[in-house]
Structure formats: C-alpha cells, structure tokens
C-alpha cells in the first residue's frame, strides 16, 4: 500500500498565536448537550450568586477538567465565559463514550476533536490523545486530518484511535465486513501523518485484503497497541506480525489459520481468543524476548489437541499464562516444561482454580 507521506503546511499564525479559543467556537451539538447540566445547577448559581468554581486559578482548573472525559469538560467550561479557553488547553484529549451514546452524537467528536485541536497553541504538548469513533467517511477523513496536523505541530505523546463499525455481531455480514476493510483503507490512505503517530489502535468487523494489516502495521511505526475484533485476512489466512514497538496485541474471534509472531522485541502482553476449530497451529511464536503475560481462550467445539511445550518453547519469559479451553483438549507432561513453570490460572467451563 503506497502512501503520500508528503506533510501538511503549518497552520496559519493567528491560530498558533493564541493561547487558545473560545468555547463558544466550539460546535453548537456540543452546547445543546449541555442541557441537562444547566437544568440541574444549584440555586444559589441560579439566583446569580458569585461563581466560584470559575474563580479557581487555570492550573488547577485544567487539573480537574483532565480527571473527566473532555465532552464533559467542554460542557462544564460552557458556564462560564473565564473557562471557555481551558479545553483548547488541556493535555489530555479522551472521547470514549459508550456505544449508544456515539449513536446518539456521533457527528459531535469530529466536530470537537476539530474545533479543540485547531484552537490549541502548538505549545502545549497532548500527553493523550483517545478518540472512539464511528467508520463514517466524512467524520474519520475530518478527525484524521486535524489529528494528522496536530501531529506536524506539537508533541502528540500518545495517540489512540478505536473504530466501531455501523454494524456489528450477527447483523455484519461477510460484505460488510469487505466494505468497512475498504473504507478504513481509504481513510488510511488520505490520513497518513496521523496514522504515523499513533499509538493505540483498535480494529473490529473488517475483513482485509492480503497484506493490509502487514502494512498497516509497517506504516504506524509508533504503534504499542493493535486490537483486531473479527477482523483478518480471509478465511485461513495467516498473519505475520513483525513490529519494532509493539508492546501488546489482543486478536479476537479471527478467521487467521495461524498467527505468527515473527518479531516482535517490545511485546508484552498477548490475549489470544476463539481461533477457528480447523487450526492446527493456531499460534506460532518467534521472537518474542520480552513475552511475560499470554492469555489463550476457547469456547467452541475442536477436536485439536493445544501442546503447550512446543507453543511455549521460545519464550520462557512467560510468567502470566491464563487459559480458559471450555471443549479443547490440552496435555502437557511435566517432563517437557522447562523449569520455572509460569503462573498459570485455568478456567474450565463450570469451575475455576488456580
């Protein structure tokens, strides 16, 4: 997949120049969210009495802002003209709402994401930066760009993007699954200074085309976390994750035939659930120094046997091994385990020990 890695021109002086913009800016989804909020002040705020919350000096009014999801700070610095510029300087931008609130306000994260993150001084670093949002083209193609700039601009620390589908479990069929695929590709493809930078990324319902999630991967060279929900390469596809930075991988009820941990020097944590019963070697591990915490799960009916001397053979530096097999079958000798053996907790189907 070739990208255009060309970046964008800064943006314009009066923008950087200011110390951040107003509230009243920001998009008008946002302040009509605030309703409830007015509805439900105290009398003595109603009847006009001073504001003292507003009154605060601005470090430790950003210091309680960050302790709240930023649609609530933004709503909050609605009530008071002083507080109107304290989003456009927060450090840590997170919009991670529940699934039926997205529905509700989809349109409203692109929206802020944008006005916050254009009104920001190119001073101020974004220590975090966690947008969950919907697979729409119009909203990814805004929040990609303003993310990508921002990324040019300032000191982005860590960046996560989470993608929900518009459909999902029984209702998301295999044609829909090649249609998210291909939009999120299209959204890669125009949106690639923001994908350079990011850290976090989170996939569901997507089935890829052959090496997409290879260049994906080869692309986001700062990615420390990848989690793929039904997502993969085909039917019996097979994966192979090589990464110089990732730190933890979670693949979840993927059609991979096998997944194969090439090179992976940073990672730490793996879960690994509900591979296909015709698997033979679901997962094949390589090199993987730093491995410390693997999490294996598998609830559907396999006939396979799992031997966990020859998955564990390169990797010794597992001390946290979680298993829950409901129908596979597992042996182990003792014999073949190479001492000490890892923390293991094993959870059957009605009991559970450790």
């Known amino acids: 997949m070739e990208l255009n890695r060309c970046r964008r021109g800064r943006r314009d002086s009066k923008r950087e120049a200011s110390n951040g913009g107003s509230l009243s800016e920001l998009p008008a989804e946002v302040q009509a969210c605030n309703g409830d909020m007015l509805r439900e002040l105290p009398a003595d705020l109603e009847a006009g009495d001073r504001d003292r919350l507003s009154e605060l000096p601005a470090d430790l009014l950003l210091n309680i802002l960050e302790r709240v999801g930023t649609l609530d700070a933004v709503k909050t610095c609605i009530l008071s003209k002083k507080m109107q510029k304290l989003p456009t300087m927060l450090s840590q931008i997170v919009i991670d709402l529940s699934t039926d609130d997205l529905v509700r306000i989809h349109t409203v994260v692109a929206n802020v994401t944008n006005k916050i993150l254009n009104a920001r001084s190119s001073k101020i670093t974004i220590r975090k930066l966690k947008l969950k949002f919907f697979l729409s083209p119009s909203h990814c193609l805004s929040i990609g760009k303003c993310v990508g700039l921002a990324m040019a601009d300032q000191k982005v620390d860590s960046a996560e993007f ?193």
């Open 162 to 354: 989470e993608i929900l589908t518009p459909r999902n479990g029984h209702l998301c069929t295999e044609a829909y699954r090649l249609f998210f695929a291909d939009q999120f590709n299209d959204f890669f493809r125009d949106c690639p200074d923001a994908f350079a930078g990011l850290t976090g990324l989170h996939l569901q319902y997507m089935r890829f085309g052959e090496s997409d999630i290879t260049n994906i991967l080869s692309y986001c060279k700062q990615l420390e976390s990848l989690s793929l929900f039904m997502c993969d390469e085909g039917v019996s596809s097979v994966l192979h994750v090589e990464h110089a930075r990732l730190v933890e991988l979670v693949i979840s009820y993927c059609e991979f035939k096998t997944v194969e941990l090439t090179f992976l020097p940073k990672l730490q944590r793996m879960t690994f659930n509900s591979w296909p019963s015709c698997a033979e070697h679901p997962l094949a591990i390589g090199f993987v120094p730093e491995l410390s915490k693997l999490s294996l799960a598998k609830a559907c009916f396999s006939h396979k046997t799992l031997k966990l001397s020859q998955l564990l053979a390169n990797v010794p530096s597992v001390n946290d091994l979680s298993l829950e097999f409901r129908s596979e079958k597992m042996t182990e000798p003792r014999s073949q385990m190479s001492p000490p053996m890892p923390t293991t907790t094993w959870r059957p189907p009605t009991t559970r020990s450790s």
